[in-house]
């Protein structure tokens, strides 16, 4: 079909956005990804180098939040040096996933069970590891998997710290430490994991920690002042029938050396807190501007070069990264020290050859050459 199609949207399986982007990209067509961007390191960054050899196509990671109003506030609120001096994130999503009433305790991949009538399992499957069908990978349950997904931290993560991200100038961690993880196995992620990352300063910037918290028995500290906790009902749900156990909206807490900042996930604006300090900044916040279009329209006006993309591979793709850093600290449960420089992993050979995971299945490695 690639002489009769402009562009591509991809919204399959984590571990099969990579072949089939660097296909479209390969092939001179403009590709909309769901995120997470990529499932492995390796894979974000040869994403980003296929970008940049195919400069002409246009590229956008499905991370709505970056055509809503949070994008443009925080933009604003940065450049007005409202957001200034952070030195500490943190990161929640505390509902329940689909993994969490499964028994931890195994020792064995699921057992082969005959896939659906008419379905490609083999080409479902990708460049991943081999695997026989099994119902506990697909629909749906294929986040569950190191192999096949990123859990928690890469599915919401995009939505939540997107634009602390880009608009901290954040790029690569140099450590990456699980402090806790409930439930903990080598198949499928944890029931509870908290991960901080170390970011070190960035021109004028202070050096960050940001602090994700998953998991529903798991939540994270609130600050004097947080005020009203329950569920937005405009946030999407967590995708499974489990009975929510907790009324903490998906967000971030964002600390600064004199301000201290609440936020949500997707579009969700920030305020300031306590109500008191909220106040006393009230006229001294600038004027937000209003998005111009959602973020598919955006991609497709980019597409017709009428605007820039706002989160392009080049722009999502060191984020993915760090995704994938948080979940070999999951998988391993090891502290990890890393090297913004090289990009390596230095304490661990093992933890550093995860960058690049497995090696892709017979038939897939042409996506791997540039």
Known sequence: MAGDIDAVTIGTPDHSHFPISMLAISLGKHVYVEKPMARTFHEAELMMLAARKYPTVVTQVGNQGHSEANYFQFKAWVDAGIIKDITKVTAHMNMARRWHSWDTEIDRYPEAEPAPPGMDWDTWICAAKYHAFNKKYHPGDWRSWYDFGMGALGDWGAHIVDTVHEFLDLGLPTVVEPLRLDGHNDYFFPQSSTIRFDFPSRGTMPPLELTWYDGVDNLPPLPEGYGISELDPNIPPSGVNIIEEINLNPGKIIYGKEII??????????????????????????????????????????????????????????????????????????????????????????????????????????????
């Open 261 to 370: 900042f609440k936020g949500g996930t997707h579009g969700s604006t920030l305020s300031i807190i306590p109500e008191e300090k909220a106040r006393e900044m009230e006229h001294m916040l600038p004027e937000v501007p209003e998005s111009p279009s959602n973020h598919f329209e955006n991609f497709v006006n980019a597409c017709m070069g009428e605007e820039q993309a706002r989160s392009p591979f080049e722009i999502h793709g060191p984020l993915s990264q760090v995704f994938s850093l948080g979940v070999i600290a999951q998988r391993l449960g090891e502290k990890l020290l890393f090297d913004r420089r090289t990009k390596q992993i230095t304490n661990n050979r093992f933890a550093n050859g995860l960058l690049a995971g497995t090696p892709p299945r017979k038939g897939w490695e042409e996506f791997y050459k540039i």
